[in-house]
């Protein structure tokens, strides 16, 4: 109970990756595609904003830094994206400014001939246009971007496309929502939690990579004493402190593996479903007050 989950052979790391493979099975991830539990969205952001970063420089971020990129690197999100994804832009050194915000249009989507503009406007500039982060549920409205057409941006100009699935990615699950979020397996990548829909305690995230090389190259540093053996504690070859920032790492995979064992997919699909109806409800009446106040105010 007390193991550290950032490495070596032992159980913890067994179950982490039977998590990650749930995962990636639930968003449509190939096999060859890597994941890591976080402690929340936010974490799972940040790591793949890292590897996206390092994976659209042009040169070797991790040894030269920033000083050795020619042209700033630029990404984007809709005006509805949560803070963390700033937040990452800011701890990563490129600043708040280098996320460029699309504005929304009345359903609460990010608005694609917005971003294919911008996008247009900065490699005019000079810019180097590296990603796209889209919402799976945004917090305000819990709308969910055309990730079809946010996809087709990515691979006409060679961007990373990320998807926050923090409030709603794991929607998925239900029937109703399964066309309308079926393209984020076409992602680069997607950071959501468990301790939302999926009713796991706090905390618990996940992110998935779909390039699992790329994902390791950003983050492995094993030193002499992180040395692998073939067999024994040290072997398990590779270990999640190189899919991440941290060596040290609790067992959260625990708590997420029984809650999936405990109920399963199915019925875990099911409570989802059965709260969906909620939202549009409190739209009604909330446009009911609404008519209403104004009612009172034009007499």
């Known amino acids: 109970m007390n193991c550290n989950s950032g490495g070596r ?25 890597s994941g890591i539990v976080t402690s929340g969205t ?4 940040l790591i793949a904003f890292t590897v996206a970063r390092n994976a659209k420089s042009p040169d070797d971020i991790r040894r030269h830094g920033l000083a050795c990129l020619t042209k700033k690197l630029v990404g984007y999100t809709s005006s509805e994206g949560h803070c ?11 600043g708040r400014d280098a996320l460029r915000t699309v504005p929304a249009d009345a359903t609460g989507r990010m608005d694609t001939a917005a971003l294919a503009h911008m996008v247009e406007a900065d490699l005019a500039e000079g810019f180097q246009p590296f990603l796209v982060s889209g919402s799976a549920g945004t917090v305000n409205t819990g709308a969910i971007d055309d990730l079809d057409a946010i996809a087709d941006l990515c691979e006409r100009y060679g961007l990373w496309m990320h998807v926050d699935g923090a409030f709603g990615g ?15 397996s076409r992602a680069d990548s997607i950071a959501f939690d468990f301790h939302k829909w999926l009713h796991v305690p706090y905390d618990a995230g996940c992110v998935l990579i779909k390039d699992e090389e790329a ?47 405990a109920y399963g997919i199915e019925r875990l699909a099911q409570s989802i479903a059965v709260q969906l109806p909620a939202g549009p409800m409190l739209g009604e009446l909330v446009r009911a007050r609404t008519t209403l106040s104004c009612s009172r105010t034009s007499r």
């Open 84 to 94: 963390c994804l700033a937040k990452s832009f800011e701890m990563l050194g490129l």
């Open 9 to 33: 052979d032992h159980i913890a790391t067994y179950v982490e990756r039977q998590v990650v493979d749930w995962c990636r099975q639930i968003f449509g991830f190939p096999a060859t595609s």
């Open 215 to 261: 994902h390791r190259n950003a983050f492995s540093a094993r030193r002499e004493y992180l040395a692998a053996l073939q067999q024994g504690l040290a072997g398990g070859d590779p270990w999640y402190c190189e899919y991440g920032p941290e060596l040290s790492r609790g067992f959260r995979a625990l708590k997420i593996w029984f809650t999936i064992k």
């Open 170 to 184: 794991l929607a998925i699950l239900a029937p109703e929502f399964r066309a309308s979020l079926a393209a984020i």
């Open 42 to 45: 936010s974490m799972g952001t």
